[in-house]
């Protein structure tokens, strides 16, 4: 994924959040020993029955390939069965090829939506 961290500052920062089941992702083996996050989703905040989804992010060169839709019925199976919640929503720039896969988990496009501080 793209940042300013070291690889292993990333994995140990991933795996902080992933305990505390706030972000989930999907990774493939390179070796026995070697493994590679290719797509992230987080659970950006909640109330008791809604959760906000973001940092909805797949690497280039394994986007469709399912690994996305993955992390994202993993998170929302988890907040689910381990949150309670029963609503989920994300923000999403207008027209983005990600709205299939939206559509396709049960997401509905209610409007559009964005606000900018400068």
Not at 2 to 15: A, D, G, I, K, M
Not at 41 to 65: D, F
């Amino acid at each position: 994924m793209p940042s300013r961290l070291t690889e292993e500052q990333s994995h140990t920062n991933f795996n902080h959040y992933a305990r505390s089941q706030t972000a989930w992702g999907t990774f493939l083996r390179q070796s026995p020993a070697t493994e590679i996050m290719v797509s992230t989703v987080n659970l950006n905040s909640r109330t008791q029955q809604t959760a906000q989804i973001g940092g909805v992010y797949t690497a280039e060169e394994h986007r469709r390939k399912g690994y996305q839709q993955l992390a994202l019925r993993l998170l929302l199976s988890d907040c689910y069965k381990l949150h309670g919640m029963r609503k989920a929503v994300l923000f999403t720039a207008e027209g983005a090829s990600a709205h299939k896969l939206y559509e396709k988990l049960g997401f509905v496009v209610i409007g559009d939506y964005g606000m900018f501080f400068k």
